[in-house]
C-alpha cells in the first residue's frame, strides 16, 4: 500500500533558525504533492503544490519545497521562521484514481519560540 | 465569502448517543469529503461523495454514516457502534473534475464521555 512518511512529529525551533520537515512516499509513478499547514484554530490550508515542471516550488509565507524524484522526497523547507510559523504541517501525495486516494502524513507539529 | 461551515466546533457527548456532524459549502463543489484526525496519524478519509445522492466509503467507514441529499450539504453521522469516535473531523471539499486542491472546513471537535 501506498504510504506517507514525515520523519518528525514534533520540532522546536527559535526564530530565525531555519527549518526542514521531510516527506516521503512509497508510490514509483506519476505524482501530485501537497503540503497542508494547520495553524491553530485555523482551516487546514494549502501552502504549496507540486504537480510536474521545476521540482522546487514556492509556496506562501516564505515555504518552499523540493521534488526529489530519486529518494521519492518532497521536503518542505524555509530559511528562517517566524513564532507566526507555528502550526502543524501535513504532506500529502496523490497518485491518481480520484482525490479519494489522496494520502496524507502523520503530519508535524512546529513550535517557535520567540 | 466562499467557503465550508461545519458545526458545532465542539461537542460532548456521552457513550452510546448517535452524533450528527454538519457540513456546508457554499463553493458549488461536486465532491465533498469527511476526514478523521488524531495526534499522529494525520488524516484518514471516512466517507466521500462525488456527486449529490451518491457516497462511498473511505479507509476507516465502520461506525459512521454520511448522506448527500444536497449539493451543498454532506453530514456525518457518529454511530454508536464506532469504538473510538472521541477525535477532530474536517470536512473538505473539491471543485470537480480536473480540480486538485481540497478546501478544508474548519473541523469539529468531538469528545464523548
Known amino acids: 500500500a501506498q504510504s506517507v512518511s514525515q520523519h518528525n512529529h514534533h520540532v522546536i525551533l527559535s526564530e530565525a533558525a531555519s527549518l526542514e520537515l521531510g516527506c516521503n512516499y512509497s508510490?514509483?509513478?506519476?505524482?501530485?504533492l501537497f503540503w497542508y499547514v494547520q495553524y491553530p484554530g485555523q482551516h487546514l490550508q494549502l501552502l504549496l503544490k507540486?504537480?510536474?515542471?521545476?521540482?522546487l516550488v514556492k509556496g506562501i509565507k516564505g515555504f518552499e519545497a523540493e521534488f526529489i524524484k530519486s529518494k521519492f522526497s518532497f521536503n518542505l523547507r524555509k530559511p528562517s521562521v517566524q513564532w507566526s510559523d507555528t502550526a502543524e504541517y501535513f504532506c500529502?501525495?496523490?497518485?491518481?484514481?480520484?482525490?479519494?486516494?489522496?494520502?496524507f502524513g502523520a503530519g508535524t507539529r512546529l513550535a517557535v519560540h520567540p | 465569502d466562499g467557503g465550508i461551515t461545519q458545526s458545532p466546533k465542539y461537542l460532548f457527548r456521552k457513550e452510546g448517543q448517535n452524533v450528527t456532524l454538519s457540513c456546508e459549502q457554499n463553493?458549488?463543489?461536486?465532491?465533498m469529503y469527511w476526514y478523521r484526525q488524531d495526534p499522529g496519524q494525520g488524516l484518514r478519509l471516512i466517507y466521500y461523495s462525488q456527486i449529490v445522492n451518491d457516497f462511498q466509503k473511505g479507509d476507516i467507514a465502520e461506525g459512521y454514516s454520511v448522506s448527500r441529499e444536497k449539493k451543498e450539504s454532506f453530514p456525518l453521522t457518529v454511530t454508536s457502534a464506532q469504538k473510538n469516535p472521541t477525535a477532530f473531523y474536517l470536512c473538505a471539499s473539491l471543485e470537480g473534475a480536473g480540480a486538485n486542491v481540497l478546501t478544508f472546513g474548519a473541523g469539529s471537535r468531538l469528545t464523548v464521555l
Open positions: 508510490y514509483g509513478g506519476t505524482v501530485n
Open positions: 500529502a501525495v496523490y497518485s491518481g484514481g480520484g482525490y479519494n486516494k489522496l494520502i
Open positions: 463553493l458549488n463543489h461536486d465532491a
Open positions: 507540486y504537480f510536474s515542471g521545476d521540482p
